[in-house]
Every structure is written in C-alpha cells, then in structure tokens.
C-alpha cells in the first residue's frame, strides 16, 4: 500500500532479492489530489457505514426532496396506487359485508308487486372489485362519473368515504410539494454563478493577492450575497494528531468591502497574503498537481425572484494557481451603458510578479525594486462615430 502511494520505493516493498528492478521503475508517480470540493460544487465526501438509518425516516420529506427524480416519481405513483387498491378492498368488503354482491340480492333490488320496498346497497353499480376499485379512484380524484355513489343505508361507507377524502388530500399536499421543491431547489439557482476556471496570484498595492472572478448570468440579483473561502489541507498538530482535511478560513477582500458583494457585473475578489494567510509560504515552486493545497470558494445569497437562499461553490488545486497572472477587463461603456463580455471572463494576461514567497517580500522589500511596473488599466470607453444627417455647403456666389 506505501508503494502504491510512491513514499517508499517499490523494492523494498516486494523483496530485497530481486536486484534486477529497472532503474526507471523503481517510484511510481504520485497521483493528483483528490478533489474535496468539485469545480461544480459537488462535494466529494462518500458516507459509509451508516449503522442509524432509521433518522432518515423521521424526516421523510427531505429524505424524499434529497432522492433522485425516478426514486421520486416511483414513489409519487406508488403511494396513489396504493391508497386506490387500499381503500378499492374497502368498498369491497363493505359490499360484500351489506350483501350488495349477492347475485340473488341484486335479482331483489327491483321491488315485486305488492312488496313494500326495493333493497338499497351502500353503493350503488357495485358487482367486483374492479369496480370497486374504480369507486375508489373516482372518490380519491373527485371524478364523479355518476354511475356509482354512496348512498345513507350504511353508516360505515360514509366514514369511509370521510378518511379517503382526507387521505388524499394528505397524499397530494406532500407529493406535490416535495414534487415543487425538487423543481425549485436552490442550486438550480447555482447554475448561473460562474466562477473563473483558474484563480492568480499577483501583485496588487504591492503586495501579493489571491484572485478569482465570479459573476451572475441572470439579471436577477442574488439579494445579500455574501462569499468566503477556506484552505483545506492536510496538517499536524504539536501533539502529533493528524487532521487529513482541516478547514482554515482566509480573510478575504472585495471592491465594496467586507464579504458582502454587489453582483450587478463580475467581480474580482481577491485575498491578500500577509503573515496572517494560510497561504503566507506559498510560492511558485509549490503551485503543481503534488501539493496538498486546495482552495475552496463559497457564495450565498437569497434569490430576488423566488427568495430561497442559494449557495455556489468551487475549489482551486494548486495546479489551477496561476502565478503572475491578472485577468483581463471585461467591462466596457459602451452606448451610454456598461456592457459586459463574457467570452473573456476567464482570460488572464501576464504581469510582473516577483518569484518569491509573500513572507520572502515582506522581509526583503527591495525585491520590488527589481519589478517593473506595468501602466495602470483604464475601463475601455467605446465610441461610437454617427454619420452627419446633413451637410453645410457654401452658397454659389
């Protein structure tokens, strides 16, 4: 198992008789991390060896919303046929108890000369259980064919007929509630918050930064959007314990302040390393696949249409860690309004950076003196030339 790792060579695994192992196969190569948060915001976490599994059943209408859509549409169909058949085997035994069933009580129901009246069943045009079984659909769905109803002789077919009325009332209020859930949950929401597919590290005031880009396709805002990030790696305490995915919060900074953002337009939000930044040591010799280093950046807000709260989430590896990279502008005048394109969204361009640990430029600041400045940008401004509807002309003279 240490050899599949590659923290130990291979031939001291297997035996130390084997003396002709090739030079070039003695390590194997260490495979990337693996993801605990996935660029979709899926979370790569697997629950194993759950021995109560009997709370998911006190909370079954989440247990229902968390299924999947064909779990969910099984269980929507099972629980009205169910309650059919159910209560179907109901009106059948009330008729069968009354003796509505019976052919030679059915031969009687014509009252005879000189008798003084007719039989009268709990339910009318009951001969099987197929129709009893269609009685049931048409009292639990408010149908109401006409041809079978439920007449005063039995005291029981009325309390029947009650609870049925109830029991699908019950059955449809949580089906389809669970079924509107599923529909409007709030990652659905999620899909419209995009964020750049590589984060940088640059130079910002002169100091080193962690930035990324997000931004909202919609042009219904996230109300009270807010955003954190967090380094989840690999540590080890004094005491020696071992915590394979300690979460550290990182301070973070935007253009407004706070972790409160305005996304009217996208936003470059930005961290700066200093001593108090888990990424205080990072330099550019760490940023590859080998590094036990993943970024973890979460947006909440409230919807503006519909008022759930939804939450985007995405991680950075190491490898996707661009240094001396800055992203483009995206955001031009254009018209008398700002426009916004978003084929360069996840565009960097390089930029002067020194190659160095943010706790090297901090002790050294000469280092700066070695960096040339790149001219600051200015927001694209486009013009737009009208042609003249008239021409001035001199008068012949």
Not at 50 to 66: A, K, S
Not at 95 to 124: I, K, M, N, Y
Not at 142 to 168: D, H, K, S, W
Request: net charge neutral; aromatic share 8%.
């Amino acid at each position: 198992m240490l050899s599949r790792k590659g923290i130990i060579p291979e031939e001291y695994v297997l035996t130390r008789l084997a003396e002709d192992v090739p030079e070039h196969a003695r390590y194997r190569a260490r495979e990337r991390r693996a993801r605990f948060v996935g660029k979709n915001g899926a979370c790569n976490v697997a629950h194993k060896n759950i021995r109560e599994q009997g709370r998911f059943l006190q909370d079954v209408f989440t247990t229902l919303v968390d299924l999947k859509w064909p779990h969910t549409l099984l269980i929507f169909t099972m629980s009205f046929l169910c309650s059919w058949l159910l209560f179907g085997m109901v009106w059948w035994l009330i008729a069968f108890a009354h003796g509505d069933l019976d052919h030679s009580t059915r031969g009687q129901r014509e009252p005879a000369e000189g008798s003084a009246a007719a039989f009268v069943p709990c339910v009318t045009s009951i001969h099987s259980f197929t129709s009893a079984f269609l009685f049931s659909i048409e009292v639990q769905v408010t149908i109401g064919f006409g041809g079978r109803m439920v007449t005063e002789e039995c005291p029981a077919a009325i309390l029947v007929l009650i609870v049925q009325n109830i029991v699908g009332l019950v059955i449809n209020a949580i089906m389809l509630g669970c079924i509107f859930m599923k529909t409007s949950q709030a990652h659905r929401r999620a899909e419209t918050l995009i964020f750049s597919k590589h984060a940088v590290i640059a130079l910002r005031e002169g100091r080193l930064c962690f930035m990324l880009r997000v931004g909202d396709l919609r042009k219904s805002m996230i109300i009270s959007a807010t955003i954190r990030m967090q380094v989840v790696k690999k540590t080890a305490s004094l005491e020696g314990e071992v915590v394979p995915l300690n979460q550290i919060d990182i301070q973070m900074e935007n253009p407004v302040g706070g972790n409160s953002i305005f996304l009217v337009s996208p936003l470059i939000i930005y961290h700066v390393i200093d001593k108090n930044s888990p990424l205080y040591d990072i330099s550019p010799m760490n940023l590859h696949h080998h590094e036990d280093l993943e970024i973890i950046v979460i947006l909440e807000g409230v919807v503006e249409t519909t008022g759930i709260t939804t939450q985007a989430r995405t991680s950075y590896l190491a490898d996707e860690i661009l240094w001396g990279q800055r992203f483009v502008p995206i955001v031009a005048e254009e018209d008398g309004r700002y426009s916004v394109d978003y084929s360069k969204f996840g565009n960097t361009v390089k930029v002067p950076t020194p190659s160095c640990t943010a706790r090297q430029l901090e002790e050294d600041r000469s280092i700066m003196d070695t960096i040339p400045l790149s001219p600051k940008g200015t927001m694209r401004k486009r013009s737009v030339k009208l042609k003249p509807k008239f021409t001035i002309s001199e008068e012949p003279s």
